[in-house]
Nanobody
Framework: QVQLVESGGGLVQAGGSLRLSCAVSGSTFSTNVMGWYRQAPGNQRELVARIDGSGRTYYVDSVKGRFTASRDNAKKIVYLQMNSLKPEDTAVYYC?????????WGQGTQVTVSS
């Protein structure tokens, strides 16, 4: 059973930064593709960033240049560094193993960006 624990969320002003962490258990991890997702009130959950086992990343256009995904394979942690935060980034952020596919989510961590 893959277990995911997200942390690092909080309340920040627009333009501020947060670093989210996702600790992964029950997975080999190092070769897995991990995704960061977010869900804002009234919206569907959306992919934000993705990182493969070699550290190659993908970002949706809305966060390119502002967010950076990274991973520590030894610690089995994935990170999402979020800079230049905007109010529209406000959401609950989740991590998930995207490949091999696993439909399992952590509890999420709330990110709130004030104007």
């Amino acid at each position: 059973q893959v277990q995911l624990v997200e942390s690092g969320g909080g309340l920040v002003q627009a333009g501020g930064s947060l670093r989210l962490s996702c600790a992964v258990s029950g997975s080999t991890f190092s070769t897995n593709v991990m995704g960061w997702y977010r869900q804002a009130p009234g919206n569907q959950r959306e992919l934000v960033a993705r990182i493969d086992g070699s550290g190659r990343t993908y970002y949706v256009d809305s966060v390119k240049g502002r967010f950076t995904a990274s991973r520590d394979n030894a610690k089995k942690i994935v990170y999402l560094q979020m800079n230049s935060l905007k109010p529209e980034d406000t959401a609950v952020y989740y991590c998930k193993q995207d490949y091999p596919p696993r439909d399992y989510w952590g509890q999420g961590t709330q990110v709130t960006v004030s104007s």
